[in-house]
């Protein structure tokens, strides 16, 4: 069964870091998808946070996230990570990864996607 697997949220305080880990079945990485993270913060729309191509390192960051967040991927262990640090009170969503067959992308509506389980990450003192 081809599966993603999201983990590591929890509640932090403002300022404090987390790295999330999204585990992926070996199809995944085997045909070369990209790995997409997403957020949706509670009354809000989902948005694209970061995405890499474990194929070949690649890496994107929408919006301003890229100033404190960082993907990174490990393929020996299907797993890509997202460390986050200097976190905000608005950084509260559950976070979701996804596989795109098509490379990164944001799409909503991007064909072929794989959505995972979120993890939700609570900051709040």
């Known amino acids: 069964e081809v599966q993603l697997q999201a983990s590591g949220g929890g509640l932090v305080q403002p300022g404090g870091s987390l790295r999330l880990s999204c585990t992926a079945s070996?199809?995944?990485?085997?045909?070369?998808?990209?790995i997409v993270w997403f957020r949706q913060a509670p009354g809000k729309e989902r948005e694209g946070v970061s995405c890499?191509?474990?194929?070949?390192?690649?890496?994107y960051y929408m919006g301003d996230t890229k100033y404190r967040f960082t993907i990174s991927s490990d393929n020996a262990k299907n797993t890509v990570y997202l460390q986050v640090n200097r976190l905000r009170p608005e950084d509260t969503a559950v976070y979701y990864c996804?596989?795109?067959?098509?490379?990164?992308?944001?799409?909503?509506?991007?064909?072929?996607?794989?959505w995972g389980q979120g993890t939700l990450v609570t900051v709040s003192s």
């Open positions: 070996r199809f995944i990485f085997d045909n070369d998808y990209a």
């Open positions: 996804t596989a795109e067959p098509i490379g990164c992308t944001e799409a909503p509506d991007a064909s072929g996607r794989i």
């Open positions: 890499i191509s474990p194929s070949d390192g690649s890496t």
